[in-house]
């Protein structure tokens, strides 16, 4: 069960890697990847909790502009890079099926990945499919 601490990091996090970003599918997908399990993908992109997940996922990430501060922690903003996301989804992700699906929409919504969605909504319970249909609602 999650936590309002845990809901906030999220929100915090979809904050950092949406600022200044217009583009409304990518905003969706960032939403969809903040809202899955307490901000799963964004915590593992953001703040690994492990060196070995940092050298996996470091790719995922840029800093567009040293001058974006961030409120929370006064470091650098970054954003997602979806081309690497989507290319990690193609090498595999040591991760369980559904947290591999959510990705996999995510990155879909932004044309960086190709899914089946049949797999995909196998994956998922009805609470992520719920998630999902708002991210396709919200980038269409």
């Given at each position: 069960?999650?936590?309002?601490?845990?809901?906030?990091r999220?929100?915090?996090?979809?904050?950092?890697v949406?600022?200044?970003?217009?583009?409304?599918?990518?905003?969706?997908?960032?939403?969809?990847?903040?809202?899955?399990d307490?901000?799963?993908?964004?915590?593992?992109?953001?703040?690994?909790?492990?060196?070995?997940?940092k050298l996996?996922?470091?790719?995922?990430?840029?800093?567009p502009?040293?001058?974006?501060?961030?409120?929370?922690?006064?470091?650098?903003?970054?954003?997602l890079?979806?081309?690497?996301?989507?290319?990690?989804?193609?090498?595999?992700?040591?991760?369980?099926?559904?947290?591999?699906?959510?990705?996999?929409?995510?990155?879909?919504?932004?044309?960086?990945?190709?899914?089946?969605l049949r797999?995909v909504?196998?994956a998922?319970?009805?609470?992520?499919?719920?998630?999902?249909?708002?991210?396709?609602t919200?980038?269409?």
């Amino acid at each position: 069960m999650s936590t309002t601490a845990e809901k906030l990091r999220a929100e915090k996090l979809l904050f950092e890697v949406t600022f200044r970003v217009g583009n409304e599918q990518m905003i969706a997908a960032s939403r969809l990847l903040s809202q899955h399990d307490d901000g799963f993908w964004l915590r593992q992109f953001l703040e690994p909790d492990d060196f070995a997940t940092k050298l996996r996922y470091e790719r995922a990430t840029e800093i567009p502009d040293v001058t974006w501060r961030s409120p929370f922690h006064g470091g650098p903003i970054q954003h997602l890079r979806w081309d690497q996301i989507g290319e990690l989804l193609r090498e595999g992700v040591p991760t369980s099926r559904s947290e591999t699906a959510i990705l996999a929409v995510a990155a879909s919504l932004v044309g960086e990945y190709d899914l089946n969605l049949r797999h995909v909504l196998a994956a998922l319970d009805s609470h992520q499919v719920q998630l999902v249909l708002a991210a396709i609602t919200h980038a269409s």
